[in-house]
């Protein structure tokens, strides 16, 4: 379905955030029948609803949220509704169509998109190909999953664009390049569990995209994505693995017999991150640029390439301790990844945020033939702490608060060591956004300072 496909129909849009606003300034120019904006929410009175927007589509909430939704040949949902809303089921077996504004923008922009999920790596690795693609003369509008609805973005030749599971689950047409980075058990809360989990993220592969590039290393995303294929019938080009065209060897960056750059060029930490470069050269390689022969001009630009904030940014201190802001971890394998970056050192982890009820036991796994501390924060942390209990190379240490285990772990840590903050949970709950716990890390690592 496309925004034109709008015209002349009822419309219901189901959602007041950012994407929502960002909807009805859309569907509104392709004259629907009736546009109403419907805020389901608790607090829907507060929500600030005036001006051109309750002009174009009046909002409905409280005891007519669901009559406003229902009466709508089509309702258009924001990210931020998940498929378990029990108002989902009834609206569709009701034969109502849900789609998304992702989905609206990319039936009009598929063929210009390169789309970018997974379960981790996905803001990095379409930054990365955003900056590699601009370095070699194809200049590309970065957005996505980063602020920016997709109705909002502006006009281009070219996108390149970072796509959450929430975002993929509606599309009905795949990006020309689709891409994913990586799959494990997440938000499984909104999606109804693992199995469905999975079903969404990867609805980005199943609309005949014109190239699929995967992380290869990923066993698991490799096993879910077999038998799939690309609209001329090839499977996914897996990336990053030993047997990839573009891997690394030797800390040297390879395009099948053909030495790069050094792996040191990259100026982020892990493995993780050299799996994300090498799924980035697959996808310019895919799209015909002549990787080899751009090596200088393409080690350039991961020369000057940097990190997003908050992933593993080390933050100074003159106590000789590093700390590391990755509070967006927000999963254990997320924190597994980070964990491994600073392996050699010793290391103190801070876990512990809105508890979600994931599944700790592969971290326990991970850390069975590791040694460092694990101080675990409210909320999960105890729940984390509880699991790890009985591995021989874990100190686990509880915590009031991150500003008591940052207290604790500057006692703990050993001179020359790591403090990460790598949660491997949300941030909601005790703290407004990941941004907010952020800040407050960088508060209790100076009012702890000596």
């Not at 258009?76 to 989905?103: D, F, N």
Request: aromatic content about 6%.
């Amino acid at each position: 379905m496309r925004l034109a496909d709008l015209r002349g129909r009822s419309v219901a849009i189901w959602g007041t955030g950012r994407e929502g606003r960002a909807a009805v300034t859309a569907i509104a120019k392709h004259e629907p029948s009736r546009l109403i904006a419907v805020d389901d929410s608790a607090n829907y009175l507060s929500v600030e609803w005036t001006d051109d927007l309750a002009r174009l589509a009046p909002l409905a909430g409280g005891e007519h949220a669901f009559a406003a939704l229902a009466s709508a040949e089509i309702v258009v949902r924001s990210p931020g509704v998940p498929q378990t809303h029990p108002y989902l089921q009834e609206l569709r077996s009701r034969g109502i169509t849900v789609t998304g504004g992702s989905a609206l923008w990319m039936a009009d922009n598929a063929a210009r998109t390169v789309g970018v999920t997974g379960s981790k790596g996905k803001s990095t690795t379409s930054s990365l190909i955003s900056h590699l693609l601009a370095a070699v003369g194809r200049p590309n509008a970065y957005g996505g999953n980063i602020g920016i609805p997709l109705l909002d973005i502006a006009p281009a030749e070219l996108y390149v664009l970072e796509l959450s599971s929430y975002q993929c689950a509606d599309l009905t047409d795949s990006p020309r390049v689709a891409v994913v980075t990586s799959l494990f058990p997440e938000h499984l809360d909104a999606h109804g569990g693992e199995r469905e989990y999975y079903r969404d993220k990867l609805n980005l592969l199943q609309h005949r995209p014109e190239l699929i590039v995967v992380n290869g290393a990923d066993q698991r995303l490799r096993d879910e994505v077999r038998g799939v294929t690309d609209a001329s019938g090839y499977p996914p080009v897996p990336a990053a693995a030993e047997d990839s065209r573009f891997r690394i060897e030797d800390g040297t960056v390879f395009c099948s017999d053909d030495e790069l750059f050094p792996r040191d060029v990259l100026g982020l930490k892990g493995k993780h991150n050299e799996r994300n470069l090498c799924v980035a050269l697959a996808v310019l390689d895919g799209m015909g640029i002549d990787v080899v022969g751009s090596r200088e001009v393409l080690e350039e630009a991961v020369r000057s390439f940097r990190g997003l904030p908050h992933r593993l940014t080390e933050i100074e201190d003159g106590s000789g301790l590093t700390f590391v802001d990755d509070t967006l971890s927000t999963s254990p394998y997320s924190a597994m990844h980070a964990i491994e970056a600073y392996e050699g050192r010793p290391l103190t982890v801070l876990v512990g945020g809105n508890d979600r009820g994931l599944d700790y036991a592969p971290l326990r796994d991970f850390l069975e033939s590791r040694q460092l501390t694990v101080i675990g924060m409210p909320d999960s942390g105890p729940r984390i702490l509880s699991v790890l209990e009985g591995v021989p190379g874990v100190r686990a240490l509880p915590s009031e608060d991150l500003f008591d285990a940052v207290r604790l772990a500057r006692e703990v840590t050993p001179a020359g060591g790591v403090v990460l903050l790598s949660p491997a949970a949300p941030s909601y709950g005790r703290f407004r956004n990941f941004e907010h716990r952020s800040e407050a890390f960088v508060q209790a690592i100076q009012d702890t300072a000596k």
